[in-house]
């Protein structure tokens, strides 16, 4: 299947979701409406797959001449990965909260660089802060199921042991995300997300390099968007 038609069923899925919470708000009175001015710490284990350019090359060729110091080629390869996702949520009034979180994505890119006298090959890891807005359906008791917007604020890219410039660090997104309480406050979730980053390229040059191009001199990633799946436990304040 491919990654653009496994995008629009996951896109569906989230949209039918809350439809169908939108629909549970005209027949289901069982919501508990006093909950207000609380807090929901979540910790959870994500799963990340691409949706869009899964492979970029780069390269710059100015032959054996003078700027043959300026050759070079890469390649870059979004990967299914890992990570971890902290957040906190405020509920501010009855259903609606603002929460903030903490993305670690590890290994989400795999990028080669290839130059006279220099070889980088890695995969970094992405931190990203995020902040978004929830909506609360009606439901029993133990089930609390929301929605809402989301923005990542920055990225940024580590492990590779060089410095990674993103040209574009700020993506829009959506999710849909359920959570049961087991026990008291303790409650565990699962969490779908959409995140859409645009275009986003990376660059690995010396400042003073960048811009300078011979032949087809191209170091990027393309349209960058991802699908996401979170699990873990939660704790109400």
Same mark, same amino acid.
Request: proline share 3%; glycine share 12%.
């Given at each position: 299947?491919?990654?653009?038609?496994?995008?629009?069923?996951?896109?569906?899925?989230?949209?039918?979701?809350?439809?169908?919470?939108?629909?549970?708000?005209?027949?289901?009175?069982?919501?508990?409406?006093?909950?207000?001015?609380?807090?929901?710490?979540?910790?959870?284990?994500?799963?990340?797959?691409?949706?869009?350019?899964?492979?970029?090359?780069?390269?710059?060729?100015?032959?054996?001449?003078?700027?043959?110091?300026?050759?070079?080629?890469?390649?870059?390869?979004?990967?299914?990965?890992? =990570?971890?996702?902290?957040?906190?949520?405020?509920?501010?009034?009855?259903?609606?909260?603002?929460?903030?979180?903490?993305?670690?994505?590890?290994?989400?890119?795999?990028?080669?660089?290839?130059?006279?006298?220099?070889?980088?090959?890695?995969?970094?890891?992405?931190?990203?802060?995020?902040?978004?807005?929830?909506?609360?359906?009606?439901?029993?008791?133990?089930?609390?199921?929301?929605?809402?917007?989301?923005?990542?604020?920055?990225?940024?890219?580590?492990?590779?042991?060089?410095?990674?410039?993103?040209?574009?660090?700020?993506?829009? =997104?959506?999710?849909?995300?359920?959570?049961?309480?087991?026990?008291?406050?303790?409650?565990?979730?699962?969490?779908?997300?959409?995140?859409?980053? =645009?275009?986003?390229?990376?660059?690995?040059?010396?400042?003073?390099?960048?811009?300078?191009?011979?032949?087809?001199?191209?170091?990027?990633?393309?349209?960058?968007?991802?699908?996401?799946?979170?699990?873990?436990? =939660?704790?109400?304040?």
């Amino acid at each position: 299947m491919k990654h653009s038609t496994i995008g629009r069923i996951a896109l569906l899925f989230i949209a039918s979701t809350i439809a169908l919470a939108f629909h549970s708000d005209s027949i289901a009175e069982t919501a508990d409406e006093s909950r207000t001015h609380w807090g929901k710490l979540r910790v959870q284990g994500v799963f990340i797959m691409p949706l869009a350019d899964n492979r970029v090359e780069g390269w710059n060729d100015c032959g054996s001449g003078w700027f043959d110091f300026l050759n070079f080629y890469s390649s870059i390869d979004a990967n299914r990965a890992g =990570g971890t996702v902290a957040s906190f949520e405020y509920v501010l009034k009855r259903r609606y909260g603002i929460e903030l979180s903490m993305a670690y994505w590890a290994d989400i890119v795999s990028i080669y660089f290839n130059t006279d006298g220099t070889n980088i090959e890695g995969s970094p890891n992405f931190i990203m802060p995020i902040i978004g807005v929830n909506y609360h359906f009606p439901s029993y008791s133990r089930v609390d199921m929301y929605a809402g917007p989301l923005a990542c604020l920055g990225v940024i890219a580590t492990g590779l042991g060089t410095d990674i410039e993103v040209s574009k660090d700020v993506a829009l =997104g959506v999710k849909v995300g359920i959570d049961y309480y087991v026990k008291g406050a303790w409650s565990i979730g699962t969490i779908l997300e959409y995140l859409d980053f =645009g275009e986003m390229d990376f660059s690995l040059l010396p400042g003073e390099l960048e811009g300078i191009v011979c032949n087809n001199g191209l170091f990027g990633i393309g349209s960058l968007n991802f699908i996401s799946l979170r699990c873990g436990v =939660g704790y109400r304040f």
